[in-house]
């Protein structure tokens, strides 16, 4: 267990509501990463986070913002939700120092936008 | 841009019935290959890295090898509680861990 916590772990929302998803870890990883899971695509990256404050862009990252104020903390915040965003959405650390080290997920949040 | 394919999509078993899965990729140089479980409304399990051309893992009745293009999940005997979704993933250049994920493979093992 790599001390991963996603809350909530299923969200119902409107079109055009802001909605934020939380990722807590317990173990002071440095890098930390929002993915996004749909039929037909696999495993597509949203944004990562290299440290506090510090954060980039993944393949998938138009509509969606992150912040980290604690290292134990990575917040994804769909500004306006769109039905397009319906998804289950997964955090995930590197539990490495070194490069190329796999990835330790949580168990998802199920986001449905209505 | 690195690319995964794995295939089939999917695969039905009877238990005891060994086979392989498939998981091919195009990369700019190999910097490894990671394979995961996943059973549904969990994340990811992570299962082996692989980081150079010949390199086998084993674990239980699973089996990864990695040559220059490809990998193969080679499960022996397997079971009902095998079942699940299995991915494969390549690391990014550079010093970030970003993984390209294959969209996977569901198999089902029949008891």
């Known amino acids: 267990d790599a001390g991963i916590t996603q809350s909530p772990r299923h969200k119902v929302t409107e079109t055009g509501t802001p909605v934020t998803l939380r990722c807590h870890q317990t173990?002071?990883?440095?890098?930390m990463y929002w993915y996004r899971q749909d039929p037909g695509h696999g495993l597509r990256l949203i944004h990562y986070?290299?440290?506090?404050?510090?954060?980039d862009k993944g393949e998938v990252s138009d509509g969606y913002s992150v912040s980290r104020s604690k290292t134990e903390d990575f917040l994804l915040t769909l500004e306006s939700a769109t039905s397009s965003q319906t998804s289950v959405y997964f955090c995930?650390?590197?539990?490495?120092?070194?490069?190329?080290?796999?990835?330790?997920f949580g168990n998802g949040t199920r986001l449905t936008v209505t | 841009e690195d690319q995964v394919t794995q295939s089939p999509e999917a695969l039905r078993l009877q238990e005891g019935e060994s086979s392989s899965l498939n998981c091919s990729y195009t990369?700019?140089?190999?910097?490894?290959l990671f394979w995961y479980r996943q059973d549904p409304g969990k994340g990811p399990e992570f299962l082996f890295t692989?980081?150079?051309a010949g390199e086998e893992k084993e674990k239980e009745r699973l089996k990864a090898t990695l040559t220059k293009k490809e990998s193969f999940l080679h499960i022996t005997a397997p079971k009902p509680e095998d079942s699940a979704t299995y991915l494969c993933?390549?690391?990014?250049?550079?010093?970030?861990?970003?993984?390209?994920f294959g969209k996977g493979i569901t198999l089902s093992v029949r008891p």
């Open positions: 990369v700019s140089g190999l910097r490894g």
């Open positions: 692989l980081y150079s």
């Open positions: 995930a650390i590197s539990v490495l120092s070194g490069i190329n080290s796999p990835l330790h």
């Open positions: 993933a390549v690391p990014a250049f550079g010093a970030n861990s970003k993984l390209t």
């Open positions: 986070s290299y440290g506090v404050k510090d954060t």
């Open positions: 173990e002071n990883h440095r890098y």
